[in-house]
């Protein structure tokens, strides 16, 4: 699967999500875009666990009379898991992470939840688990990645899509090119105050809708790490 094609099935998902939660798409504002309320469309609790284990993720469950003995003793460190079977869905983060970091991650967890989990949630009563490292949920969102599995790359994706919505993001960059900021330092910083998401998350997004045509190279001097 191509990289377009890839593409075309998140953005559907953002989209089919944004109609569930009832909040207009493409966003016409250029606030943080509110996951909680795209959360909340599903029957899906969202919480941020201290120092997020496996271990640590199946006392969470444990509580809701969820029991995965599996997870006990793993104590392997995590930025997100993603908990579902047929009545729902569990979306854990690590609370010690930036906001910017827990959104993504979250974001990241959802996007498994929309894109992965419907097929084997026919077949798997007791439940599905997906849990991602740190190293997995990443900002690093261009094609270019041959270490993750479609599965993630897709998943990073989805909270790249939905976080930093493509017409917003070109949108903000218009809107300070007219006030006379358009180099990539400043619209790094400041778009990633706007959209609360992390500076790396924000360059590599300018990089991906410039490669995707969306952004004109000459409109964002220094995108390719320069000073400007």
Request: charged share 25%.
């Amino acid at each position: 699967m191509t990289f377009l094609e890839e593409r075309t099935i998140v953005l559907d998902a953002v989209c089919r999500a944004a109609q569930e939660a009832a909040i207009p798409w493409p966003p016409v504002t250029d606030h943080p875009v509110p996951l909680s309320d795209y959360l909340g469309a599903y029957p899906v609790t969202h919480d941020e666990v201290p120092s997020l284990t496996r271990a640590g993720a199946a006392a969470y469950l444990a509580r809701w009379n969820i029991e995965r003995p599996e997870l006990w003793e793993d104590s392997t460190p995590l930025a997100g898991f993603l908990f579902a079977n047929d009545a729902g869905g569990y979306v854990l983060v690590r609370r010690e992470d930036p906001i910017a970091r827990r959104r993504f991650s979250a974001a990241h967890e959802f996007g498994h939840y929309l894109l992965h989990l419907p097929p084997q949630l026919e077949d798997a009563r007791p439940g599905h688990i997906i849990d991602d490292a740190q190293g997995v949920v990443t900002e690093d969102v261009l094609p270019d990645r041959p270490d993750l599995d479609a599965m993630e790359r897709q998943a990073n994706l989805f909270a790249a899509e939905l976080l930093m919505p493509a017409q917003v993001c070109v949108r903000l960059i218009e809107k300070y090119g007219r006030q006379g900021y358009a180099g990539a330092r400043f619209l790094a910083d400041q778009l990633s105050l706007d959209l609360l998401v992390s500076r790396e998350a924000v360059r590599w997004r300018l990089k991906s809708l410039t490669s995707l045509g969306l952004l004109p190279r000459r409109g964002v001097p220094g995108l390719d790490g320069g000073a400007a």
